[in-house]
T-cell receptor
């Protein structure tokens, strides 16, 4: 059974810091991995989708890497800003199913 | 539409009542998903539609929950005899493809409170 873990659960940093959020999954037979952002009381916004054949994806100040064999992904946020404050979730669809299995998220606060 | 639309955004009901939650996916998206999210948790899968048919309903917690997508676009999640434990945010998502290609796009959710 696929399990997804995110570390740390919460993170508070000053503006301008570079930071890394971690996601690990137990079953490496995945099609892809997706990172989402969720603001309080809102739905999820897709940030990056990495296919299983890819090693990383970049979008602006965000870079996500995937090491399928070790069951890990990291989301790197460069030069963090207060507007980055949100909960970040990773999710994987397990092979041969259509379900996305989510981690419990990392709650990020960036203070000025 | 431009994004996934869910209605109502908030629903308060009494224990034992029937509720319907509606999802209007992005135009052209054939895959539609329902998830449920409790406070402080990640979303949990409920059901997945490919077109009009429920391709995977293994996440529905019991037979009080049912979902339909009769014309392959709008979907309705139906909950009978609601219980307090059903209180959560119900999220709908759609994608162009299915499991292999599908970047998921989520709606804002419907917050259900059962008193």
């Amino acid at each position: 059974k696929q399990e997804v873990t995110q570390i740390p659960a919460a993170l508070s940093v000053p503006e301008g810091e570079n930071l890394v959020l971690n996601c690990s999954f137990t079953d490496s037979a995945i099609y892809n991995l997706q990172w989402f952002r969720q603001d309080p009381g809102k739905g999820l916004t897709s940030l990056l989708l990495i296919q299983s054949s890819q090693r990383e994806q970049t979008s602006g100040r965000l870079n996500a890497s995937l090491d399928k064999s070790s069951g890990r992904s990291t989301l790197y946020i460069a030069a963090s800003q207060p507007g980055d404050s949100a909960t970040y979730l990773c999710a994987v669809p397990t092979y041969n199913t259509d379900k996305l299995i989510f981690g419990t998220g990392t709650r990020l606060q960036v203070f000025p | 539409g431009a994004g996934v639309s869910q209605t109502p955004s908030n629903k308060v009901t009494e224990k034992g009542k029937y509720v319907e939650l509606r999802c209007d996916p992005i135009s052209g998206h054939t895959a539609l998903y329902w998830y449920r999210q409790s406070l402080g948790q990640g979303p949990e899968f409920l059901i997945y539609f490919q077109g009009t048919g429920a391709a995977d309903d293994s996440g529905l917690p019991n037979d009080r929950f049912f979902a339909v997508r009769p014309e392959g676009s709008v979907s309705t999640l139906k909950i009978q005899r609601t219980e307090r434990g059903d209180s959560a945010v119900y999220l709908c998502a759609s994608s162009l493809g299915g499991r292999t290609t599908g970047e998921l796009f989520f709606g804002e959710g419907s917050r259900l409170t059962v008193l």
